[in-house]
Protein backbone atom coordinates (compact mmCIF):
# COMPACT_ATOMS: atom_id res chain seq x y z
CA UNK A 1 0.00 0.00 0.00
CA UNK A 2 2.76 2.27 1.16
CA UNK A 3 4.90 1.55 -2.30
CA UNK A 4 1.61 2.22 -4.36
CA UNK A 5 1.12 5.65 -2.86
CA UNK A 6 5.10 6.52 -3.59
CA UNK A 7 4.02 5.31 -7.01
CA UNK A 8 1.08 7.55 -7.61
CA UNK A 9 3.06 10.27 -6.27
CA UNK A 10 5.73 10.07 -8.29
CA UNK A 11 3.34 9.55 -11.22
CA UNK A 12 1.52 13.09 -10.28
CA UNK A 13 4.98 14.71 -9.39
CA UNK A 14 6.40 14.01 -13.21
CA UNK A 15 2.79 15.09 -14.76
CA UNK A 16 2.59 18.62 -12.92
CA UNK A 17 6.59 18.63 -14.43
CA UNK A 18 5.33 18.42 -17.67
CA UNK A 19 2.47 20.71 -17.35
CA UNK A 20 4.52 23.56 -16.09
CA UNK A 21 6.95 22.50 -18.64
CA UNK A 22 4.74 22.92 -21.36
CA UNK A 23 3.30 26.33 -20.36
CA UNK A 24 6.45 27.13 -19.96
CA UNK A 25 7.60 26.73 -23.48
CA UNK A 26 4.50 28.19 -24.51
CA UNK A 27 5.22 31.76 -22.52
CA UNK A 28 8.87 31.34 -24.15
CA UNK A 29 7.47 31.33 -27.76
CA UNK A 30 5.16 34.49 -27.08
CA UNK A 31 5.30 37.21 -29.53
CA UNK A 32 3.31 39.43 -27.61
CA UNK A 33 6.24 41.94 -27.22
CA UNK A 34 8.07 43.78 -29.93
CA UNK A 35 12.59 43.83 -29.69
CA UNK A 36 13.99 47.15 -30.24
CA UNK A 37 16.69 47.28 -32.95
CA UNK A 38 19.02 49.84 -31.66
CA UNK A 39 20.94 51.55 -34.72
CA UNK A 40 22.26 54.01 -33.16
CA UNK A 41 25.55 55.30 -34.57
CA UNK A 42 28.25 57.76 -35.26
CA UNK A 43 28.34 60.09 -38.26
CA UNK A 44 30.69 62.25 -39.13
CA UNK A 45 29.23 65.54 -40.02
CA UNK A 46 30.51 69.00 -41.70
CA UNK A 47 28.62 72.24 -40.71
CA UNK A 48 29.02 75.51 -41.61
CA UNK A 49 30.16 77.89 -39.12
CA UNK A 50 29.40 81.65 -39.45
CA UNK A 51 31.49 83.96 -37.63
CA UNK A 52 34.03 86.97 -37.81
CA UNK A 53 34.88 89.92 -36.23
CA UNK A 54 35.21 93.89 -37.16
CA UNK A 55 38.38 95.11 -37.83
CA UNK A 56 39.26 98.85 -36.69
CA UNK A 57 41.47 100.78 -39.12
CA UNK A 58 42.76 104.20 -38.47
CA UNK A 59 43.52 106.67 -41.85
CA UNK A 60 43.89 110.38 -42.84
CA UNK A 61 41.75 112.34 -44.70
CA UNK A 62 42.51 115.32 -46.81
CA UNK A 63 39.13 118.05 -46.07
CA UNK A 64 39.25 120.61 -48.35
CA UNK A 65 37.89 124.32 -47.13
CA UNK A 66 38.95 126.34 -50.35
CA UNK A 67 36.06 128.48 -51.14
CA UNK A 68 35.31 131.26 -54.07
CA UNK A 69 35.51 134.83 -53.67
CA UNK A 70 32.75 136.08 -56.25
CA UNK A 71 33.52 139.40 -57.09
CA UNK A 72 33.65 142.22 -60.11
CA UNK A 73 32.81 145.17 -61.28
CA UNK A 74 30.71 146.95 -64.48
CA UNK A 75 32.74 149.22 -66.86
CA UNK A 76 31.75 151.20 -69.70
CA UNK A 77 34.23 150.95 -72.41
CA UNK A 78 34.67 148.77 -75.84
CA UNK A 79 35.01 145.26 -75.39
CA UNK A 80 35.47 142.08 -78.04
CA UNK A 81 32.79 139.89 -78.79
CA UNK A 82 33.00 136.79 -81.04
CA UNK A 83 30.58 136.53 -83.98
CA UNK A 84 29.74 132.97 -84.92
CA UNK A 85 28.88 132.27 -89.03
CA UNK A 86 29.55 128.95 -88.84
CA UNK A 87 26.78 127.14 -91.34
CA UNK A 88 26.27 124.10 -92.89
CA UNK A 89 26.73 123.42 -97.26
CA UNK A 90 24.49 121.33 -98.70
CA UNK A 91 25.78 118.77 -101.80
CA UNK A 92 25.26 115.82 -103.32
CA UNK A 93 23.91 113.51 -105.87
CA UNK A 94 21.82 110.69 -107.17
CA UNK A 95 24.17 107.68 -108.36
CA UNK A 96 22.31 103.82 -109.14
CA UNK A 97 23.22 100.83 -107.05
CA UNK A 98 22.32 97.10 -107.00
CA UNK A 99 20.49 95.30 -104.18
CA UNK A 100 19.53 91.62 -103.34
CA UNK A 101 15.68 90.85 -102.84
CA UNK A 102 14.46 87.14 -102.11
CA UNK A 103 11.82 85.79 -104.00
CA UNK A 104 9.21 83.31 -102.45
CA UNK A 105 8.13 80.35 -104.92
CA UNK A 106 7.92 76.47 -105.17
CA UNK A 107 5.47 74.07 -106.37
CA UNK A 108 3.88 70.78 -104.73
CA UNK A 109 4.97 67.63 -106.33
CA UNK A 110 3.33 64.10 -106.00
CA UNK A 111 6.24 61.03 -104.92
CA UNK A 112 5.37 57.87 -104.80
CA UNK A 113 7.02 55.30 -102.06
CA UNK A 114 7.05 51.92 -100.35
CA UNK A 115 6.04 51.44 -96.64
CA UNK A 116 6.28 48.22 -95.18
CA UNK A 117 3.43 47.61 -92.58
CA UNK A 118 3.59 45.35 -89.64
CA UNK A 119 0.93 42.94 -89.09
CA UNK A 120 -0.04 39.82 -87.99
CA UNK A 121 -2.28 37.78 -85.11
CA UNK A 122 -2.34 35.63 -82.63
CA UNK A 123 -4.22 32.10 -82.38
CA UNK A 124 -4.86 30.40 -78.95
CA UNK A 125 -5.44 26.34 -77.90
CA UNK A 126 -5.74 24.91 -74.72
CA UNK A 127 -3.48 21.69 -73.98
CA UNK A 128 -3.96 19.59 -71.10
CA UNK A 129 -1.09 18.18 -69.70
CA UNK A 130 0.55 17.04 -66.29
CA UNK A 131 1.85 14.39 -64.35
CA UNK A 132 2.16 12.62 -60.24
CA UNK A 133 4.75 13.60 -58.11
CA UNK A 134 5.71 11.97 -54.86
CA UNK A 135 6.84 14.19 -52.36
CA UNK A 136 7.50 14.06 -48.66
CA UNK A 137 7.01 15.52 -45.21
CA UNK A 138 7.44 15.32 -41.69
CA UNK A 139 4.93 14.98 -38.85
CA UNK A 140 6.04 15.40 -35.19
CA UNK A 141 4.95 12.24 -33.42
CA UNK A 142 4.62 12.66 -29.42
CA UNK A 143 5.72 9.83 -27.45
CA UNK A 144 7.34 8.36 -24.27
CA UNK A 145 7.44 6.61 -21.46
CA UNK A 146 8.14 6.00 -17.83
CA UNK A 147 11.20 4.37 -16.63
CA UNK A 148 11.48 2.80 -13.12
CA UNK A 149 15.11 2.87 -11.14
CA UNK A 150 15.25 1.04 -8.31
CA UNK A 151 18.33 0.85 -6.10
CA UNK A 152 19.73 -0.30 -2.47
CA UNK A 153 21.79 0.86 -0.19
CA UNK A 154 22.55 -0.29 3.78
CA UNK A 155 21.10 1.16 6.49
CA UNK A 156 23.11 1.14 9.82
CA UNK A 157 20.65 0.02 12.74
CA UNK A 158 22.71 1.05 15.86
CA UNK A 159 21.53 -0.89 19.71
CA UNK A 160 22.01 1.46 22.73
CA UNK A 161 25.34 0.62 24.04
CA UNK A 162 26.88 -1.12 21.21
CA UNK A 163 28.43 0.53 17.56
CA UNK A 164 29.50 -1.58 14.46
CA UNK A 165 32.96 -1.71 13.99
CA UNK A 166 32.77 -3.91 11.15
CA UNK A 167 33.50 -3.44 7.40
CA UNK A 168 30.78 -5.32 6.19
CA UNK A 169 28.27 -5.92 8.94
CA UNK A 170 25.56 -8.54 9.21
CA UNK A 171 22.22 -9.40 10.57
CA UNK A 172 22.00 -10.33 14.45
CA UNK A 173 25.27 -8.82 15.94
CA UNK A 174 24.87 -6.54 18.58
CA UNK A 175 24.54 -3.34 16.54
CA UNK A 176 23.98 -4.52 12.58
CA UNK A 177 22.48 -2.83 8.92
CA UNK A 178 20.19 -3.63 7.07
CA UNK A 179 19.44 -3.51 3.17
CA UNK A 180 17.10 -0.95 2.20
CA UNK A 181 15.37 -0.65 -1.52
CA UNK A 182 13.91 2.40 -3.06
CA UNK A 183 12.07 3.13 -6.65
CA UNK A 184 11.88 6.33 -8.60
CA UNK A 185 10.06 7.04 -11.87
CA UNK A 186 10.75 9.51 -14.34
CA UNK A 187 9.53 10.11 -17.76
CA UNK A 188 11.18 8.58 -21.40
CA UNK A 189 10.96 11.21 -23.99
CA UNK A 190 10.80 9.76 -26.77
CA UNK A 191 9.39 12.03 -29.49
CA UNK A 192 10.53 12.40 -32.70
CA UNK A 193 10.18 13.43 -36.23
CA UNK A 194 8.49 10.94 -38.75
CA UNK A 195 8.52 11.35 -42.83
CA UNK A 196 5.66 10.30 -44.48
CA UNK A 197 5.35 9.95 -48.16
CA UNK A 198 2.08 11.20 -50.63
CA UNK A 199 1.09 11.42 -53.93
CA UNK A 200 -0.42 14.57 -56.00
CA UNK A 201 -1.15 15.62 -59.17
CA UNK A 202 1.12 18.33 -60.67
CA UNK A 203 -1.02 19.83 -63.37
CA UNK A 204 0.90 21.62 -66.52
CA UNK A 205 -1.95 22.33 -68.45
CA UNK A 206 -1.74 25.76 -70.66
CA UNK A 207 -2.59 27.30 -73.27
CA UNK A 208 -0.30 27.89 -76.63
CA UNK A 209 -0.15 30.49 -79.05
CA UNK A 210 0.74 30.47 -82.29
CA UNK A 211 1.88 34.46 -84.53
CA UNK A 212 0.62 34.12 -88.03
CA UNK A 213 2.75 37.16 -89.26
CA UNK A 214 0.90 39.07 -92.50
CA UNK A 215 3.07 42.01 -92.77
CA UNK A 216 4.14 43.16 -96.20
CA UNK A 217 4.57 46.53 -98.37
CA UNK A 218 2.31 48.72 -99.35
CA UNK A 219 2.53 51.84 -102.05
CA UNK A 220 1.94 55.19 -101.07
CA UNK A 221 1.71 58.71 -102.16
CA UNK A 222 2.41 61.65 -100.69
CA UNK A 223 2.60 65.70 -101.65
CA UNK A 224 5.51 67.67 -101.13
CA UNK A 225 6.76 71.15 -101.33
CA UNK A 226 9.37 71.91 -103.97
CA UNK A 227 10.65 75.11 -102.88
CA UNK A 228 12.20 77.46 -105.66
CA UNK A 229 12.62 80.73 -103.77
CA UNK A 230 15.87 82.21 -104.44
CA UNK A 231 17.40 85.83 -104.55
CA UNK A 232 16.97 88.23 -107.48
CA UNK A 233 19.50 91.58 -107.85
CA UNK A 234 17.17 94.60 -109.11
CA UNK A 235 18.90 98.27 -109.55
CA UNK A 236 17.77 102.05 -107.82
CA UNK A 237 18.98 105.47 -107.58
CA UNK A 238 20.44 106.31 -104.18
CA UNK A 239 21.62 110.12 -102.82
CA UNK A 240 24.51 110.24 -102.09
CA UNK A 241 25.37 113.14 -99.36
CA UNK A 242 28.49 115.11 -99.32
CA UNK A 243 27.03 118.40 -97.19
CA UNK A 244 29.94 119.58 -95.23
CA UNK A 245 29.75 122.21 -92.22
CA UNK A 246 32.05 125.63 -92.34
CA UNK A 247 33.47 126.73 -89.54
CA UNK A 248 33.82 130.40 -89.46
CA UNK A 249 33.16 134.15 -87.54
CA UNK A 250 34.84 136.87 -86.38
CA UNK A 251 35.46 139.03 -83.85
CA UNK A 252 33.30 142.40 -83.21
CA UNK A 253 34.05 145.34 -81.09
CA UNK A 254 31.65 146.97 -78.80
CA UNK A 255 30.75 149.55 -76.76
CA UNK A 256 29.01 150.01 -73.30
CA UNK A 257 28.29 148.74 -70.00
CA UNK A 258 29.19 145.39 -69.00
CA UNK A 259 30.30 143.07 -66.22
CA UNK A 260 34.15 142.27 -65.62
CA UNK A 261 34.66 139.38 -63.36
CA UNK A 262 37.27 139.43 -61.00
CA UNK A 263 36.37 136.53 -58.80
CA UNK A 264 39.23 134.12 -57.55
CA UNK A 265 39.61 130.67 -55.47
CA UNK A 266 40.62 130.52 -52.21
CA UNK A 267 42.50 127.30 -51.87
CA UNK A 268 42.77 125.79 -48.05
CA UNK A 269 42.42 122.76 -45.88
CA UNK A 270 43.55 120.66 -42.96
CA UNK A 271 44.53 116.51 -42.58
CA UNK A 272 41.78 114.52 -40.02
CA UNK A 273 42.23 111.27 -38.50
CA UNK A 274 39.33 109.38 -39.05
CA UNK A 275 38.17 105.59 -38.23
CA UNK A 276 36.83 102.66 -40.37
CA UNK A 277 35.14 99.40 -39.42
CA UNK A 278 35.98 96.54 -42.07
CA UNK A 279 34.20 92.81 -41.71
CA UNK A 280 36.36 90.34 -41.32
CA UNK A 281 34.80 87.32 -42.37
CA UNK A 282 36.37 83.77 -40.54
CA UNK A 283 33.31 81.69 -41.65
CA UNK A 284 34.56 78.04 -41.89
CA UNK A 285 33.06 74.64 -42.17
CA UNK A 286 33.50 72.70 -38.83
CA UNK A 287 33.83 68.58 -39.27
CA UNK A 288 32.95 66.47 -35.67
CA UNK A 289 31.62 63.54 -34.88
CA UNK A 290 27.78 63.16 -33.87
CA UNK A 291 26.38 60.61 -32.16
CA UNK A 292 22.91 59.83 -33.86
CA UNK A 293 19.96 58.43 -31.69
CA UNK A 294 17.85 56.05 -34.42
CA UNK A 295 16.64 52.42 -33.97
CA UNK A 296 13.03 50.63 -34.85
CA UNK A 297 10.66 47.94 -33.23
CA UNK A 298 10.99 44.14 -34.54
CA UNK A 299 8.84 41.33 -34.44
CA UNK A 300 10.85 38.60 -32.38
CA UNK A 301 12.05 35.27 -33.40
CA UNK A 302 13.38 32.14 -30.93
CA UNK A 303 16.40 30.12 -31.60
CA UNK A 304 19.38 29.63 -29.95
CA UNK A 305 22.69 31.37 -30.53
CA UNK A 306 26.20 30.07 -29.38
CA UNK A 307 28.83 32.33 -28.31
CA UNK A 308 32.89 31.47 -28.10
CA UNK A 309 35.00 34.01 -27.23
CA UNK A 310 39.03 34.40 -27.30
CA UNK A 311 40.41 35.32 -24.74
CA UNK A 312 38.62 34.44 -21.64
CA UNK A 313 39.64 38.25 -20.53
CA UNK A 314 39.87 40.37 -22.79
CA UNK A 315 42.45 43.87 -22.32
CA UNK A 316 42.83 47.04 -24.09
CA UNK A 317 44.71 46.72 -27.21
CA UNK A 318 47.64 48.48 -25.32
CA UNK A 319 48.29 45.48 -24.02
CA UNK A 320 50.10 42.18 -25.37
CA UNK A 321 49.02 38.62 -25.97
CA UNK A 322 51.31 35.88 -25.59
CA UNK A 323 52.63 36.44 -28.96
CA UNK A 324 53.77 40.13 -28.21
CA UNK A 325 51.14 41.87 -30.23
CA UNK A 326 48.16 44.21 -29.45
CA UNK A 327 45.79 42.52 -27.28
CA UNK A 328 42.27 41.78 -29.08
CA UNK A 329 39.23 39.49 -28.88
CA UNK A 330 38.02 36.96 -31.05
CA UNK A 331 34.35 35.99 -31.41
CA UNK A 332 32.23 32.82 -33.47
CA UNK A 333 28.65 33.93 -33.12
CA UNK A 334 26.53 30.46 -34.31
CA UNK A 335 22.72 30.61 -34.54
CA UNK A 336 20.19 28.48 -34.74
CA UNK A 337 16.45 28.80 -35.67
CA UNK A 338 13.47 27.71 -34.24
CA UNK A 339 11.27 26.47 -37.07
CA UNK A 340 9.40 23.91 -35.27
CA UNK A 341 5.89 25.31 -35.03
CA UNK A 342 6.24 26.00 -38.63
CA UNK A 343 4.83 23.33 -41.45
CA UNK A 344 5.29 25.18 -44.30
CA UNK A 345 8.71 25.92 -46.45
CA UNK A 346 7.88 28.72 -47.20
CA UNK A 347 7.05 30.41 -43.82
CA UNK A 348 10.08 29.31 -42.34
CA UNK A 349 12.69 32.02 -41.52
CA UNK A 350 15.99 32.31 -42.22
CA UNK A 351 18.61 34.92 -41.00
CA UNK A 352 20.43 37.02 -43.76
CA UNK A 353 21.93 39.96 -41.69
CA UNK A 354 23.82 39.86 -38.26
CA UNK A 355 24.86 43.10 -36.47
CA UNK A 356 26.99 42.90 -33.56
CA UNK A 357 28.42 45.70 -30.87
CA UNK A 358 29.60 46.41 -27.63
CA UNK A 359 28.35 49.35 -25.44
CA UNK A 360 32.01 50.60 -23.66
CA UNK A 361 31.09 52.18 -20.45
CA UNK A 362 34.07 53.89 -19.59
CA UNK A 363 35.53 54.43 -16.60
CA UNK A 364 35.41 58.17 -14.73
CA UNK A 365 32.14 58.86 -16.36
CA UNK A 366 33.83 59.47 -19.61
CA UNK A 367 30.52 58.16 -21.58
CA UNK A 368 29.71 55.20 -23.71
CA UNK A 369 31.84 54.33 -26.67
CA UNK A 370 29.77 51.90 -29.30
CA UNK A 371 32.34 49.33 -30.85
CA UNK A 372 30.61 47.66 -34.03
CA UNK A 373 32.34 44.24 -34.51
CA UNK A 374 29.88 42.85 -37.44
CA UNK A 375 27.16 44.61 -39.28
CA UNK A 376 26.37 42.92 -42.78
CA UNK A 377 24.55 40.62 -44.70
CA UNK A 378 25.30 36.45 -44.31
CA UNK A 379 23.50 33.68 -46.47
CA UNK A 380 19.75 33.08 -45.97
CA UNK A 381 19.81 30.08 -43.79
CA UNK A 382 17.89 28.34 -40.68
CA UNK A 383 22.07 27.83 -39.48
CA UNK A 384 25.14 29.68 -39.45
CA UNK A 385 28.06 31.52 -37.86
CA UNK A 386 30.40 34.32 -38.96
CA UNK A 387 34.00 35.50 -37.11
CA UNK A 388 34.48 38.32 -35.93
CA UNK A 389 37.64 40.37 -34.50
CA UNK A 390 38.12 43.71 -32.76
CA UNK A 391 41.05 45.54 -31.06
CA UNK A 392 39.76 47.88 -27.82
CA UNK A 393 41.17 51.35 -27.35
CA UNK A 394 39.57 51.98 -23.92
CA UNK A 395 38.66 50.22 -20.64
CA UNK A 396 35.30 49.77 -20.04
CA UNK A 397 33.48 48.69 -16.98
CA UNK A 398 31.44 45.11 -15.83
CA UNK A 399 28.18 47.57 -16.89
CA UNK A 400 30.02 46.99 -20.44
CA UNK A 401 27.34 44.94 -22.63
CA UNK A 402 27.89 42.71 -26.23
CA UNK A 403 25.11 42.62 -27.97
CA UNK A 404 24.24 40.51 -30.99
CA UNK A 405 21.34 40.78 -32.91
CA UNK A 406 20.21 38.19 -36.15
CA UNK A 407 17.70 39.09 -38.72
CA UNK A 408 15.27 37.36 -40.81
CA UNK A 409 14.19 37.92 -44.15
CA UNK A 410 10.74 38.55 -43.17
CA UNK A 411 11.72 41.06 -41.04
CA UNK A 412 11.61 39.08 -37.38
CA UNK A 413 14.54 39.78 -35.33
CA UNK A 414 16.28 37.98 -32.10
CA UNK A 415 18.84 39.30 -29.40
CA UNK A 416 20.82 38.41 -27.22
CA UNK A 417 23.44 39.81 -24.69
CA UNK A 418 26.23 39.64 -21.79
CA UNK A 419 28.24 41.36 -19.73
CA UNK A 420 31.97 42.14 -21.54
CA UNK A 421 34.34 44.21 -19.54
CA UNK A 422 37.70 45.74 -21.11
CA UNK A 423 39.84 45.46 -18.63
CA UNK A 424 42.86 48.28 -18.27
CA UNK A 425 45.52 48.41 -16.19
CA UNK A 426 43.99 49.29 -12.87
CA UNK A 427 41.40 46.59 -13.40
CA UNK A 428 43.70 43.46 -13.33
CA UNK A 429 43.40 41.21 -9.89
CA UNK A 430 41.29 44.19 -8.33
CA UNK A 431 38.20 43.13 -7.29
CA UNK A 432 35.41 45.82 -6.68
CA UNK A 433 35.11 47.10 -3.12
CA UNK A 434 37.64 44.23 -2.15
CA UNK A 435 35.14 41.69 -2.50
CA UNK A 436 35.34 38.11 -2.99
CA UNK A 437 33.38 38.38 -6.39
CA UNK A 438 33.70 35.88 -8.99
CA UNK A 439 36.60 37.36 -11.29
CA UNK A 440 34.23 36.28 -14.14
CA UNK A 441 31.90 39.15 -13.29
CA UNK A 442 33.98 41.97 -13.44
CA UNK A 443 36.46 40.20 -15.41
CA UNK A 444 34.47 39.52 -18.30
CA UNK A 445 35.43 35.48 -18.26
CA UNK A 446 33.22 34.15 -20.77
CA UNK A 447 34.89 31.31 -23.45
CA UNK A 448 31.62 29.37 -24.45
CA UNK A 449 27.95 30.46 -23.48
CA UNK A 450 24.63 29.35 -25.21
CA UNK A 451 21.80 31.71 -24.58
CA UNK A 452 18.09 31.28 -26.11
CA UNK A 453 16.26 34.22 -27.46
Known amino acids: MFRKNIKNLTFLAI ?10 INSIFAEEEKIWIDTSHWEIQTTFV ?7 NENKRWVDTSYKVNQGYWSNDSYQVWADTSHWVNSGYWVPENYNVWINSGYNKVINYNVWVNSGYTTYKWVNSGYWSTYSYNVWVSSGYIAKVEYGYWEIVEEYGWSINRLYPVIGSAGHAQWRTKIYYYWVDTSHYETRYAIRWV ?3 HWESQYVDTSHWEQRQSTVWVDTSHWETRQRLVWKDISYYVTEGHWETRTGRHWVDTSYIVNQGYWENYTTYSWVDTSHYETKKVWVTSGYFATPMHGQIIVEKQPEYVFTKWHKDANGNEASMSLKITWKVDNNNVNSEAEKRKIN ?6 DVVRYNDKGIEKIILFDGNVLSAEEGSIDASCKFEHAGNEESILHVYVYAESGEAGHISFANPINGFRSINI ?3 NSNLNPDLWLG ?3 YEIFEF
Open 15 to 24: FIFLLIELIF
Open 431 to 433: SPD
Open 203 to 205: DTS
Open 50 to 56: SDGYWKT
Open 353 to 358: KVYIYE
Open 445 to 447: GIT
